[in-house]
């Protein structure tokens, strides 16, 4: 299982940790994200050991994923938040593969997701 915490109110300009822990061991792990009305996109991915990551355009430069394996959690700091970051966040964790998986339908567990939201 995979719990997410860390969303809440943030103004723009903000930062905001997101940590999502594991109740086992993960491979690749992920962040995603879905507005209100909109389909869930791709945020951020990080292989097993934490050597490799990957970024969708829109948060490159601003997010960073992270992992500590000892912890079994997953992190992502969000710097300089913009509006259109809010969303409902979501970590993704697979049970074998071990790179950098930026697919939905390649993960296997999902968390409940945390809420982000981005004032003006």
């Known amino acids: 299982q995979l719990q997410a915490s860390g969303g809440g109110l943030v103004q723009a300009g903000g930062s905001l940790r997101l940590s999502c822990a594991a109740s086992?061991?993960?491979?690749?792990m992920g962040w995603f994200r879905q507005a209100p009305g909109k389909e869930r996109e791709f945020v951020a991915a990080?292989?097993?050991?934490?050597?490799?990551?990957y970024y969708a355009a829109s948060v490159k430069g601003r997010f960073t994923i992270s992992r500590n394996n000892a912890k079994n959690t997953l992190y992502l700091q969000m710097n300089s938040l913009k509006t259109d970051d809010t969303a409902l966040y979501y970590c993704?964790?697979?049970?074998?593969?071990?790179?950098?998986?930026?697919?939905?339908?390649?993960?296997?567990?999902w968390g409940q997701g945390t809420l982000v939201t981005v004032s003006s």
């Open positions: 993704a964790a697979d049970s074998s593969q071990i790179g950098v998986i930026t697919s939905i339908r390649e993960y296997d567990y």
């Open positions: 086992g061991r993960t491979f690749a």
């Open positions: 990080i292989n097993w050991s934490g050597t490799s990551s």
